[in-house]
């Protein structure tokens, strides 16, 4: 018999929306190329899920902009479009998990984007009892992403992003969610964009392999308007995720 979560619409594993207790702690992970829109259905996913984001490139841009040591550390790699380091990026997700408000669960959020990070945070997750539920894995063709990172605006103060044509914000240029004046991030240069996409098929694609053998993967097709995507999203949590080793083609055909 259905439970009435799914009699309801909602996640299975007893999950429910807006921060109401859950059965266990929720463990996403928005995967996708840079530019695909993690960070803009994080936004939704935060709200409807009641855990909270953890996105690697925020808390990195976060230390560069305070000046810390470990931001003085990472900024070449940021600049130049290559991977920061495992050891420095698992140190920081470290510290961050320790923090009380991930106890209700996480949503990754450009992380893990190695296979020695899925490794070591399956490892993290296991030793506090927990797993990851459920990778979502956003499509989004190169040419796309490009085109959506050279227009992007990102707000310095609260990270969220928006685009003129794409996603403008309601007023010229500040962002909706507390009027700070909008930027464009250095690393969305076309170059260092493509760069960026390349580490990704390189480095990151793997992570891909590493969790589909696990059956916790669902494709999402990240064309469209950010409400559908966010309702492909919705729909593939509520789904669960691939059986493993379930058989596929070539992994990424066409699509980045
Ligand atoms: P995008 O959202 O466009 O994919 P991010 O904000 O996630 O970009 O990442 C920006 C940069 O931060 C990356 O190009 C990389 O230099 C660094 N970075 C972010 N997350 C990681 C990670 N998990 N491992 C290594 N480097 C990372
Ligand atoms: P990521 O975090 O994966 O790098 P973002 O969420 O920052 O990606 O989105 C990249 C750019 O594309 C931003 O300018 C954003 O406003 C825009 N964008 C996000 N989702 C969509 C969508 N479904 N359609 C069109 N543009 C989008």
């Known amino acids: ?9 909602r996640p299975r594993t007893g999950l429910k929306e807006g921060g109401v207790k859950r059965a266990h702690p ?34 990195f841009r976060g230390e560069i902009k305070t000046a810390t040591e470990l931001g003085q550390r ?4 940021l600049d130049r479009g290559d991977l920061v380091p495992d050891e420095i990026t698992l140190d920081l997700v470290r510290r961050r998990l320790e923090q009380p408000d991930c106890a209700k669960g996480v949503l990754f959020d450009g992380f893990p984007r190695t296979v020695a990070q899925a490794r070591e945070l399956d490892r993290m997750l296991r030793q506090a009892g927990r797993r990851m539920d459920h990778v979502l894995f956003v499509r989004v063709p190169e040419e796309t992403l490009v085109s959506r990172m050279a ?21 010229d240029l500040v962002c909706d969610n507390d009027g700070t004046p909008l930027v464009q991030r ?20 793997p992570v891909l392999e590493h969790y589909r053998g696990q059956g916790v993967v669902s494709d999402i097709d990240g064309v469209g308007t950010i409400e559908e995507v966010r309702d492909r999203i919705l729909q ?21």
């Open 74 to 77: 990472v900024k070449g790699y």
């Open 1 to 9: 018999m259905a439970s009435s979560d799914e009699a309801r619409g």
């Open 186 to 205: 250095e690393d969305d240069r076309p170059e260092t964009a493509r760069r960026r996409i390349k580490v990704y098929m390189d480095q990151t694609l």
């Open 26 to 59: 929720l463990h996403l992970t928005l995967f996708g190329p840079p530019g695909s829109g993690k960070g803009t259905q994080a936004n939704y996913l935060v709200e409807h899920f009641g855990i909270p984001q953890v996105s690697t490139g925020d808390l």
């Open 236 to 256: 593939a949590i509520e789904n669960g995720g691939d059986p493993p080793h379930a058989p596929r083609g070539s992994e990424e055909g066409a699509r980045t």
């Open 151 to 171: 227009g992007r605006l990102t707000c310095p103060t609260c990270s969220r992003t928006y685009h003129p044509e794409l996603a403008p914000p309601e007023n």
